[in-house]
């Protein structure tokens, strides 16, 4: 069983280097930093993080002051009054990381934002790759931005600007 697999998947690695013979490279990061609109959706998503985050550093902030107003009350409270006060403490501490988790946590505000500014521009990006490549006659395209390990690369294959024509932007 494993020589047929071996054999089957010798067998593809084959075919697919036969068959993949015009490739080149992009640069996405290059050609999103050409965009203007990336750059504006980018900005605007900064200005919201940073809005968020120091409504967020001031919540923090008023549970750091409420302690120390603790700390200092503590050996004049009663036994009641400062469970009261530690309860108050806990209770504004957790609702000020619920709202750095809603903000900034996994599918948060962040998120859904950078869905709605970034993503319609990587598909247009997208598309224009796919519209080159074809137009083109490429089989393969590499992107070396991101994910995707390249020791090396020789400029001549990228392609970045010819995308970049497809866009209608200009070096």
């Not at 930093?33 to 940073?50: F, T, V």
């Not at 107003?69 to 957790?94: F, N």
């Not at 020789?154 to 209608?168: A, F, H, T, W």
Request: with cysteine; net charge positive; hydrophobic share 40%.
């Amino acid at each position: 069983m494993k020589k047929v697999m071996f054999i089957v998947m010798l067998f593809l690695t084959a075919a697919f280097g036969v068959s993949a013979q015009h490739y080149c490279i992009i640069d996405s990061k290059y050609m999103l930093d050409k965009m203007s609109d990336y750059k504006d959706a980018q900005a605007k998503l900064d200005n919201i993080s940073k809005a968020w985050q120091d409504e967020i550093d001031k919540q923090m902030a008023e549970v750091e002051k409420m302690y120390k107003g603790y700390q200092a009350e503590k050996p004049m409270l009663s036994d009641d009054m400062r469970t009261k006060r530690q309860d108050e403490i806990v209770a504004k501490e957790k609702a000020a990381k619920d709202l750095q988790k809603q903000r900034f946590g996994y599918e948060g505000d962040l998120f859904k934002k950078r869905q709605e500014y970034i993503k319609p521009i990587q598909d247009r990006l997208f598309n224009a790759v796919q519209k080159m490549a074809s137009s083109k006659g490429y089989d393969l395209v590499l992107d070396k931005a991101g994910g995707v390990t390249l020791f090396y690369a020789d400029p001549k294959l990228d392609r970045s600007d010819d995308v970049l024509k497809v866009l209608g932007i200009n070096k």
